[in-house]
């Protein structure tokens, strides 16, 4: 029983290696091209957001009073109209999407942080710290050359931002992996 939960979380960080490794090589990629990211990613998000408004729509259908059905029928329009106007847009999209990933990252540091401190006991926990800590530095710096930098920023922020988190799961998933192994050799 036990080798087949040592072998249950061998696979589990051989997968979370291969997610840090893709998750580092798509960071470098996105830092590459990052006017090309910046304006892939606002396209992406209204076509999510048009994709959201459809299932408003049908949802809508699904309402048992006309007042509920009134009222879906009116977020799915609202929803698709404005994915169309941000994918014909996709300037302004990016220009928008700056300031709020700015946003989502001081608060996804802060978060991170707060994760490390309530973990701090464990081994290797720092690189959260570090992640943490580079985060909220990348949101300040989105902040704060806004709206300017938006044309560069969601590529290269989103890539670097990419490179820290699949390093810093590459390192955790490592000593974990060594932490399974160790007994097996010990």
């Not at 006309?66 to 990016?94: D, E, F, H, K, T």
């Not at 989105?142 to 930098?149: E, F, L, V």
Request: charged content about 10%; cysteine-free; glycine content about 12%.
């Amino acid at each position: 029983m036990l080798g087949s939960s040592t072998e249950a979380l061998r696979k589990a960080t051989g997968l979370s290696i291969g997610s840090a490794v893709l998750m580092i090589l798509l960071g470098m990629l996105a830092i590459a091209l990052p006017g090309t990211m910046g304006i892939g990613v606002a396209i992406l998000v209204a076509w999510i957001i048009i994709f959201g408004g459809v299932s408003h729509l049908v949802y809508a259908f699904a309402a048992e009073r006309a007042g509920q059905v009134a009222w879906r029928l009116l977020v799915g329009v609202v929803y698709v109209l404005g994915g169309v106007y941000l994918a014909l847009n996709p300037g302004l999209s990016l220009v928008t999407m700056t300031l709020m990933l700015g946003a989502i990252f001081i608060v996804e540091g802060v978060m991170r942080g707060v994760l490390f401190f309530q973990l701090r006991a464990l081994p290797r926990v720092g690189w959260i710290l570090f992640d943490s800590l580079m985060t909220v530095l990348l949101g300040v710096l989105i902040m704060a050359g806004w709206p300017t930098s938006s044309a560069w920023a969601i590529g290269t922020i989103v890539g670097v931002n990419l490179l820290v988190s699949g390093f810093t799961r590459l390192m955790l998933s490592v000593a974990a992996r060594k932490t399974i192994e160790a007994p097996a050799h010990g």
